[in-house]
């Protein structure tokens, strides 16, 4: 079963220096429909402007993803780490029993990114972050992935506390990728415009728009132009 949100839909935020779409209830919106999907607790399009970021804050327990879409996040918390995660990369933190952070885009272009919270499975773990850069070439065989909570996946993504994996990357146009799923998934369309396919039937997804898949195993993604797709298979 599919389940279309197109961008116009989502949740607004502007706050001059950063501009929000909440695919999930979060900050100053607030919609009892919308409190997650699964595991997964927020995803927040966002775009910041050059020069400014979010100051230092705490988080705990949680496992937060960030997928840079352009531009660059500086990152540093007072465990000692710091990092420059940038267009084409993916950063992890997992808070644990406590951490905080500030990120900041210090390039001189406009950051956008997609900002995902997944509910951690194991409590008050050490606080950890790590970032890593992959493939940015468009495929057309199959979605990298990116970020995974199993250990058969160790060497192939970024760790995360729970029983989760997220894809993602560019698809050249025409192409059709089949995507086995192990939980259920939400779709995010980064970039053009794509078609998904389940038993059911087709929805087509435009730049912006986000997608509950449930029910399924099996998904087709068609690429109807170049187009760039985010996968978060999370469990319930």
Known sequence: MITLYPYSSLGKANH??????????????????????????????????????????????????????????????????????????????????????????QSKEPLTFYQIWIKTNKMNVKPRWESKKFPNKAVSDALPMLVSGYPEDKNKALFIHQEARIFGGKIRKGSVIEHTLRHQAYILASAGRFEIRDADGKTTLNKGDGAEVSKTKTLSINALTDCEVVLIDANT
């Open 16 to 105: 001059g220096w950063l501009k929000s779409s909440h695919h999930f209830s979060f900050a100053n919106y607030y919609n009892p429909k919308r409190m997650g999907f699964g595991s997964l607790l927020v995803v927040n399009d966002d775009w910041v402007k050059s020069g400014a970021g979010f100051p230092p804050h705490p988080h705990k327990n949680m496992e937060i993803i960030s997928y840079v879409r352009s531009g660059a996040i500086t990152h540093e918390d007072n465990k000692g780490n710091r990092g420059v995660t940038k267009n084409g990369e993916v950063q992890v933190m997992s808070a644990g029993k406590g951490v905080v952070h500030s990120e900041y885009n």
